[in-house]
């Protein structure tokens, strides 16, 4: 399987709920609010740093209503009942990544066309997952190239992308 991208290289993206993929994500500054929730909003430009800020905040809240990592792993019940209680505290992705967004999938197709120019031979856009769009790198045989170069240039892609307006 390609690696995945869902968000910039210059964070992490994943709740105490979801697998880890290859993952990007970041914009500007601070995480932000939406109008109908008082979620938290990871940008395009955060470091990992600020994120994990936001999701320390949410595993936090999972562990204050009985979910851990470490501890109840299995536990779906228990799972299910600590997101439910947390929702207000799980991140929200990037505005440009966020399927809600219906500009996000031509944010994306920019950023794989900008990956491209850079020399990325295998990226492609993915369809929606888990509320966000995404691309890959590596192609069926995962080119380690592919992967290396992807992940090297995501941020600056992102960055330019969202600069020029695109998905916004």
Known sequence: MPAQVSASSSGSSGSAGSAGSAGTSGSAGAATSTATTARPRITIDMTNAQINVLYDQYNQCMARNGWSKQTNVGDQV??????????????????????SNPKAGDFVHAV????????????????????????????????STSIRLGMQYTPDCEKQVAARGIGN
């Open 78 to 99: 228990a799972q299910t009942k600590a997101q439910n209680a947390c929702v207000a505290e799980d991140p929200l992705p990037p505005w440009q990544l966020d399927a």
């Open 112 to 143: 794989v066309q900008c990956l491209r120019d850079k020399g990325v031979q295998y990226v492609e856009q993915n369809s929606a997952q888990g509320g966000i769009e995404s691309f890959s790198f590596g192609g069926p045989n995962n080119d």
